[in-house]
């Protein structure tokens, strides 16, 4: 069976750090490049970081850039996103996707269920 599952999300104080991890099971993840989205409350889903397939290159959000870092450990089977100087406005659910091709092209195939992340004092 094919799942992606999120991990690592929960309460944290605005400036502090997290790291997400996308776990996947019945697949092989290191074929795909992967993508990171979050959604807040009340607002549209929106793409954080993407990774290609090798870790060569990497994409940021205008919101994110210079205070999240994506990577991945193929042999683990898992993609990380280290989340530094957290914002309230980082609050949201975040999920993990696997892109259809290696590198970052849009077009998402599977998803994850989520990991909730609330940052507030």
């Known amino acids: 069976q094919v799942q992606l599952v999120e991990s690592g999300g929960g309460l944290v104080q605005p400036g502090g750090s997290l790291r997400l991890s996308c776990t996947a099971s019945?697949?092989?993840?290191?074929?795909?490049?992967i993508r990171w989205f979050r959604q807040a409350p009340g607002k549209e889903r929106e793409g954080v970081s993407c990774i290609s397939s090798s870790g060569g290159s990497t994409v940021y959000a205008d919101s994110v850039k210079g205070r999240f870092t994506i990577s991945r450990d193929n042999a683990k089977n898992t993609v990380y996103l280290q989340m530094n100087s957290l914002k309230p406005e980082d609050t949201a659910v975040y999920y993990c996707a696997t892109d259809r091709q290696d590198y970052c092209s849009g077009d998402m195939e599977y998803w994850g269920k989520g990991t909730l992340v609330t940052v507030s004092s």
């Open positions: 019945g697949f092989t993840l290191h074929y795909y490049a």
